[in-house]
Structures are given as C-alpha cells and as structure tokens.
Nanobody, 116 residues
Framework: QVQLVESGGGLAQPGGSLRLSCAASGFTFNRYTMSWYRQAPGKERELVAV????????NYADSIKGRFTISRDNAKNTVYLQMNSLKPEDTAVYYCKARTTLNEYWGQGTQVTVTS
C-alpha cells in the first residue's frame, strides 16, 4: 500500500521556521522524483520545490527561493522541506508528491499557518 505521510506543519510567526517531513512507503522511494506543493485558501495548488531521485538536482518556485530548502534521505524514505524566514503568504496546506513517468502519488497534506 502506497503511503505518503506529511508532518511538521503548524503555527509559526513571521520570520520563523518550520521543517516539513514526508515519509514514504509502499514503493521504491529512490526511483521517484519528489516534490512539495502548496495550496492556499481560494488559490490553485502550486509547485514549491522539486528534488530528483538521487537528490543531486533541485528546483524552486521564485516565491520561496532562498528561504526554503528541499532535501531527501533515501535511506529513510523521507523528503524534507526546511522553511525559513516564513511569511504570512506562505500559509497553505503543503503536500508532497512522488512521481515517475508511470506513477504519481500524493500525500494528504499538512497545514502551515504563518501569523503574528
């Protein structure tokens, strides 16, 4: 059974930090490109960050570049999103996604709220 379980969301103050984790099971994690997406209320889901299967290459949305870092630990079947210098506009539900050319899996999401 494929599972992607996000954790680490919660409440943060502007300028603060959170670290999201996405634990994967039920598929060969190290063959999958992993991504983080987010969806704010009333907005479309948007891509935040991507990391290739080996972790060598990453890519980021312009809105979070320099503040967020995606990483992965293939030994732990986990992908991370370190979020620093958080802003109120980062408030959203954050989802992880696993993708190959044949398959795509989504997690259930974790809420991140940035407010003073």
């Amino acid at each position: 059974q494929v599972q992607l379980v996000e954790s680490g969301g919660g409440l943060a103050q502007p300028g603060g930090s959170l670290r999201l984790s996405c634990a994967a099971s039920g598929f060969t994690f190290n063959r999958y490109t992993m991504s983080w997406y987010r969806q704010a209320p009333g907005k479309e889901r948007e891509l935040v960050a991507v990391i290739t299967s080996t972790g060598i290459s990453t890519n980021y949305a312009d809105s979070i570049k320099g503040r967020f870092t995606i990483s992965r630990d293939n030994a732990k079947n986990t992908v991370y999103l370190q979020m620093n210098s958080l802003k109120p506009e980062d408030t959203a539900v954050y989802y992880c996604k696993a993708r190959t050319t044949l398959n795509e899996y989504w997690g259930q999401g974790t809420q991140v709220t940035v407010t003073s």
